[in-house]
């Protein structure tokens, strides 16, 4: 008969490493991976929040996507810091603003708020610290920032943009002129200047092709006359105190004179003073023209060619030109103090410089 084995209960010690041992043995083994997934998983899949709730988040994400998207192609209108927009980005079409005009414009804005937005660009790189760049709308802008310079009113401390994103600079400088042109008509000087503006800042290759693609609906003929306007910018746009007041026949007779090499007697003859009105800038110019009118060659029919010479200014404040017609010589006198005493006074003295000297 076998013998039997007395078994004995195991201790406190031993319950508690048995335990332990099986405890790690389930957690390495084939079972620990799949239940461990699954729990993850379902915990992953709850959602606490009920079912309307979770459509208005998937509802806001949606519309968060279509705004970034409007915003991206100018379809959103924003609300932007006016320190933070550079007005001068662009040098601008416009050369002058009509004083009463803006009076008129911020009363506007301070009474009802500004109803049309100004547009802008980004600038993200510039070292001044504007965020953007403003494509149009000077004059906007500037009302809202006189008014908050005379009132501190929060409310004109922003301005109602959109955001554009111009593929190329031309279209910069055409986006401008486009709107200018569709609310108020430039000069033929304002267009020939942001013309050749355009040309030197690299946006088109010259002063012509900026003409062409600057004012594609032009006709031919309003684009040579823009082209004329431009080349007066050229040579005598420093000298010119009202260049956006010229009549278009005198900027005309302007550019042919100045393609004939005129430069410098004009510059000469609006050197002579600055003047106080259109008018006396238009009359300093029809003079400095008048000397340089051609005659045809008898030789050919008509009048013969004058060579008019350079204008000396006096200190007096009377101006000197010579010019040769077929004829012979001419002196012109120009200035305030030229009257019919002074000219008679200078003929007798004429007179006796040109006499033979006495034997």
Not at 76 to 86: F, K, N, R, S, Y
Not at 129 to 156: E, I, M, N
Not at 173 to 181: G, P, R, V
Request: charged content about 35%; overall charge negative.
């Amino acid at each position: 008969m076998a013998k039997r084995r007395k078994l004995e209960a195991p201790s406190a010690e031993d319950l508690t490493r048995l335990e332990e041992e099986f405890t790690r043995e389930v957690a390495r083994g084939p079972l620990s991976a799949p239940i461990a997934q699954v729990a993850a998983e379902s915990a992953a899949l709850h959602e606490p929040r009920p079912a309307g709730e979770r459509a208005e988040v998937a509802q806001a994400r949606a519309d968060a996507a279509r705004l970034r998207d409007a915003e991206g192609r100018g379809l959103v209108m924003l609300e932007l810091p006016i320190d933070e927009i550079d007005a001068d980005a662009l040098v601008r079409d416009r050369v002058v603003l009509d004083h009463e005009e803006m009076e008129e414009l911020k009363a506007s804005i301070a009474k009802g708020g500004l109803r049309l937005p100004v547009e802008v660009f980004a600038t993200p790189d510039d070292s001044r610290g504007f965020r953007y760049g403003l494509l149009s709308g000077y004059r906007r802008l500037k009302a809202v920032r006189d008014l908050h310079a005379l009132t501190k009113d929060p409310a004109h401390a922003v301005i109602k943009a959109v955001l554009r994103d111009p593929a190329a600079m031309g279209g910069t400088f055409a986006a401008m002129i486009e709107e200018n042109e569709i609310r108020a008509s430039l000069s033929h000087f304002e267009r020939g200047r942001i013309a050749v503006i355009a040309a030197q800042q690299g946006a088109f290759v010259n002063t012509e092709e900026a003409v062409n693609a600057l004012f594609p609906m032009a006709s031919k003929a309003k684009r040579s006359k823009i082209r004329s306007f431009a080349l007066i910018f050229e040579e005598l746009g420093d000298m010119l105190t009202y260049p956006d007041l010229i009549k278009e026949k005198d900027g005309l007779q302007l550019a042919a004179a100045l393609r004939d090499g005129a430069e410098t007697t004009l510059r000469e003859a609006l050197a002579e003073r600055v003047p106080t009105s259109p008018d006396e800038e238009a009359a300093m110019l029809a003079r400095a023209l008048d000397g340089l009118r051609t005659e045809a060659d008898p030789r050919r029919g008509g009048r013969p060619r004058r060579a008019a010479g350079p204008v000396r200014a006096l200190s007096t404040g009377v101006s000197l030109q010579t010019a040769e017609d077929a004829q012979g010589w001419v002196i012109r006198l120009r200035g305030k103090r030229v009257d019919r005493e002074l000219v008679e006074v200078l003929v007798r003295e004429l007179e006796r410089m040109l006499e033979a000297p006495d034997r």
